[in-house]
């Protein structure tokens, strides 16, 4: 169930939310098979309706992200906070939020906040060497493998 705060219930006190929304429900397209969100988003936030017919959400957001490390591929969670998010969502004129039957879908404004945190380049750790190197066959200077032998000129003595 999408995260949705009815507008009546907003004109006699403020609202609190609080609780887990599904990956799935959050929709997310990460279109990077380096980070998957396996586990729900936990939130908790206060909406307020402001005077100049705008909504004030404030609060915070978490989720865990199962990621793999751009160098060296190992898998290794990576937690996403937002600890003092805010939003203002207008209610009237050009930039208006959709208000269906009363109420107002957060979600797409959730998600987008989400995504801005992402990682774009993942990193189990900030000193990860990457893939260790490893030789193959029976090369004793990887150095030389596959490259020809620098013969310098013989001059005059």
Request: with cysteine; proline share 9%.
């Amino acid at each position: 169930m999408p995260l949705v705060v009815n507008l009546r219930h907003l004109e006699a006190h403020n609202a609190h939310l609080q609780g887990e929304l599904p990956v799935k429900e959050l929709d997310l397209d990460t279109r990077d098979e380096l980070i998957q969100a396996g586990e729900p988003l936990r939130y908790d936030f206060e909406v307020q309706k402001l005077e100049g017919s705008s909504l004030l959400v404030q609060g915070s957001l978490q989720l865990t992200l199962e990621c793999q490390c751009a160098r060296c591929l190992k898998s290794f969670k990576c937690p996403v906070k937002l600890d003092h998010w805010a939003c203002h969502l207008p209610l009237e004129g050009d930039e208006s939020v959709p208000v269906i039957n009363d109420c107002v879908d957060l979600t797409p404004y959730v998600r987008e906040d989400i995504l801005l945190e992402f990682p774009q380049h993942p990193l189990c750790d900030a000193e990860c060497r990457g893939l260790p190197n490893t030789v193959s066959g029976k090369t004793k200077n990887p150095q030389s493998a596959g490259q020809p032998r620098l013969v310098r000129p013989r001059g005059p003595n």
